[in-house]
């Protein structure tokens, strides 16, 4: 718990960066400006899938060579890693400038939402480099042993972030753009601090001379792939539900799912953060192959997590006649969409931990192939299949209940591998 509750509330606070920006876009900039910002949003997954399959790809990789022993080894690969993702960002923040506006329509807005999409993702696209650092930093500061340092950066960027919505958005005016600024600012704060830790040698990991050649570097993808997975499924299908709201209950559609998926943000924010905390243990088990404590911490992950989704669905459904309305008004169409809609939606709360800790513990063991087919099962095969298929039958009321479908088929199949590769890894 030491290392999973510091990253759970990162991971929180993570997406409190974003809850913030909707929360403050809602209220000072309508609802249309929302929808407009949920449709540039899927192109935020693949950046940040990118992203994370390096972190997480190379932090399993890292810990494993630390629990070896090869301490050198491990801190130049680390600093070699860290020149990669700063290198992705600046050519992140190039070519989202240029292309902005083709990004925007090719992602589906329309010409009331594309005024919004693009004033946003403008803003989003220049802080690549801190969009990329900081999902480094979410990682390492938990693999070098340092837990509580990555979460108060992480916290104090959700301050800044929060205080700056308010003085961008409010006395300054400046919109969807304001909000977006404020984000980027937000992503600076852990970027900084990462950056000033790791530069210094102290404790076991540090910056040195970077060394990543290309099949070392091939390693941190496959065993990251299943992250990227799912992102990249994160893409496709908010696409899709973009679309297909977009096509049954237009602009407001979109709007209520925005709002929507707020919510689940949050909440699986702490299913993926308990699942990157406890990370690394499994690694560093693996690697000194200490069977008995990895039957241990895998039992007790489970636990933990099966109490914590009952947790935060029952929370879920209290809170909700509360939080609803900080993002649109009772009446509104938005709202008695987006009501109607949580009620079904929130049945994946219960579900989708499941996938999430399975594909976080085998990228761990160093089994992406494994990692990848749960989550490439979950989120592309079962998530796209349901809203393709079940609207044809039930509607707009399909779509809500595609995501808790698609939970419940991908956990069948992660429980499937867990089971029967137990033997093979010792846990």
Request: charged fraction near 10%.
């Amino acid at each position: 718990m030491a290392f999973a509750l510091p990253s759970i509330l990162m991971s929180v606070c993570s997406s409190c960066y974003t809850i913030a920006d909707g929360i403050f876009i809602a209220r000072y900039a309508g609802t249309m400006a929302l929808s407009g910002l949920n449709m540039f949003w899927p192109a935020w997954s693949v950046e940040y899938g990118v992203g994370i399959m390096l972190a997480a790809g190379g932090s399993a990789l890292i810990a494993k060579n630390m629990g070896e022993g090869r301490y050198g080894t491990a801190r130049a690969r680390f600093s070699g890693l860290a020149v990669v993702m700063l290198g992705l960002g600046v050519l992140t923040a190039l070519v989202g400038n240029v292309w902005c506006e083709q990004i925007c329509r090719a992602l589906g807005a329309s010409d009331l939402q594309l005024p919004y999409a693009t004033d946003y993702a403008r803003v989003h696209f220049s802080f690549g480099p801190c969009l990329f650092i900081q999902a480094l930093a979410g990682v390492f500061f938990v693999t070098a042993g340092r837990p509580g340092l990555g979460l108060v950066s992480t916290c104090a960027a959700g301050a800044v972030n929060v205080a700056l919505d308010y003085v961008f958005m409010v006395p300054m005016g400046m919109g969807v753009a304001g909000a977006s600024l404020a984000t980027g600012i937000g992503w600076a704060v852990p970027s900084l601090v990462f950056a000033g830790y790791f530069i210094k040698k102290r404790g076991t990991l540090y910056f040195t001379r970077p060394r990543m050649g290309w099949g070392v570097l091939r390693r941190i993808c496959s065993n990251g792939i299943s992250e990227m997975v799912t992102h990249l499924a994160v893409f496709v299908t908010g696409v899709l539900f973009n679309l297909s709201f977009m096509h049954y209950a237009g602009e407001a559609g979109v709007a209520a799912l925005a709002v929507v998926f707020y919510f689940e943000y949050l909440f699986t924010a702490v299913y993926f953060g308990y699942s990157t905390g406890v990370a690394p243990i499994i690694s560093f088990k693996f690697g000194n192959a200490d069977s008995g404590q990895l039957r241990f911490v895998t039992r007790r992950n489970m636990q933990t997590l099966l109490v914590i989704s009952l947790v935060a669905y029952a929370i879920s459904m209290l809170t909700l006649p509360y939080t609803l309305p900080i993002f649109a008004d009772r009446g509104t169409r938005v709202y008695e969409l987006a009501h109607h809609g949580f009620v079904l939606y929130a049945t994946s709360f219960l579900l989708a931990w499941v996938n999430i800790y399975a594909s976080a513990h085998f990228t761990a063991l160093s089994n992406g192939p494994v990692s990848a087919a749960i989550s490439g099962a979950r989120s592309f095969v079962f998530m796209v299949g349901s809203i393709l298929l079940l609207p044809l039958a039930l509607g707009i009321d399909g779509l809500w209940l595609s995501v808790p479908a698609a939970e419940l088929l991908g956990g069948c199949l992660a429980v499937w591998f867990l089971a029967r590769l137990r033997r093979r890894y010792g846990y």
